[in-house]
């Protein structure tokens, strides 16, 4: 059994802010809980079975960049505490330009791993001695291994194997020197097949079915990391080089999910208002919850999250669907319409 528990920051204790394991927003959120940026930072705890194996951690701003951070809290793992990071930066509001950087921290002293229950009574960092918060500053959280670090940039339409040429090196490498930690991230990754559903409903959905978009897999809040997963994954990273590929093959299996791509680039409204009710933001401390969406009822978002769900889209096609840079050379075709509020505090 594989299973997600998987918060918004932002969301207050109570009756929605618990699992069904009968973990809490607080425990699984750590010190992002209902921080001055919460509403734009999810959290998540991934187990196989009575296990975690994985927690994880999503940024983003509303100038379309996103932070991803993936650490291996498997306790028979060699690598117990060690952090994956992977960071996306969008150069220009086009977004025909992206800076990666990918790197892999461990903690400054070994932790002794330990094996970790499913329902979390209290933040992992009051359960086993040692690791930090995620939300730390780098420094705090561990030192760099030099030998994982990939630092790029990734230009649409500049060649087929620019996925392969920027993360193929560091995927091998990643897979030799931590294999309980990439076979629990490949675990994850098998988890995104469209097949898998959720334990976490979506709600707030206007209209009868308040989960009917919730099962969609591709529009789930951790589609980020998912993402940025699979530049760990070489096949993934040479799929699209098999003769009888096509953007619409395989659909059922772990990629990037290419409906997920076509319905943003062709803007399907559909699929966008689902990613839109997912990642945006329409409540704070000052804003009152109402029902809708921009999509559905016109209201504005508190926090906009179109950028960077364009971003995701713009990078899987880079890396792992260079064919769509062959039918959409401009990108501005996609993106003209829409508009980019920079926030204050990033």
Not at 17 to 41: E, F, K, P, Q, W
Not at 199 to 208: A, I, K, P, R, Y
Request: glycine share 6%; aromatic share 10%.
């Amino acid at each position: 059994e594989h299973t997600i528990q998987t918060f918004r920051c932002s969301q207050p204790v109570g009756e929605f802010g618990i699992t069904s394991y009968g973990s809490s927003v607080a425990s699984i959120c750590g010190n992002d809980h209902l921080s001055a940026i919460g509403n734009r930072i999810f959290r998540h705890v991934f187990s196989v079975g009575d296990k975690i194996t994985l927690e994880i951690r999503e940024l983003y701003d509303e100038q379309g960049n996103t932070f991803v951070r993936i650490r291996d809290v498997d306790g028979n793992s060699e690598s117990f505490g060690y952090v994956f990071l992977a960071d996306i930066i969008r150069e220009n509001e086009k977004g025909n330009s992206l800076k990666v950087d990918f790197k892999v921290l461990a903690p400054e002293t070994q932790i002794e791993g330990t094996n970790l229950n499913p329902k979390i009574d209290y933040p992992l960092t009051e359960v086993v001695s040692g690791l930090i918060d995620l939300s730390s500053d780098l420094l705090k959280l561990g030192v760099e291994q030099s030998d994982f670090n990939v630092a790029g940039k990734l230009l649409w339409g500049l060649s087929e194997t620019q996925g392969f040429d920027l993360f193929g090196d560091f995927a091998s490498k990643f897979q030799a020197k931590y294999p309980k930690w990439h076979n629990n991230l490949s675990t994850y990754l098998a988890f995104g097949h469209f097949r898998d559903k959720c334990c976490h409903d979506g709600t707030n959905l206007v209209g009868s079915d308040v989960s009917m978009l919730s099962d969609y897999i591709p529009i789930r809040s951790y589609r980020m990391s998912l993402t940025v997963t699979c530049a760990l994954d070489t096949n993934m990273l040479t799929k699209h080089r098999q003769p009888t590929h096509t953007a619409l093959e395989n659909i059922d299996t772990w990629g990037i999910y290419s409906p997920f791509l076509l319905s943003t680039f062709f803007k399907i409204k559909s699929v966008k208002q689902g990613l839109d009710k997912v990642h945006s933001a329409y409540w704070d401390e000052e804003t009152p919850l109402k029902p809708g969406s921009w999509l559905e009822t016109g209201i504005e978002p508190v926090i906009n999250s179109q950028p960077v769900n364009d971003t995701i889209a713009i990078f899987s096609a880079m890396v792992f669907e260079p064919q769509f840079a062959l039918l959409i050379p401009d990108l501005n075709v996609i993106f003209k319409e829409q508009t980019y509020t920079a926030l204050s505090n990033n």
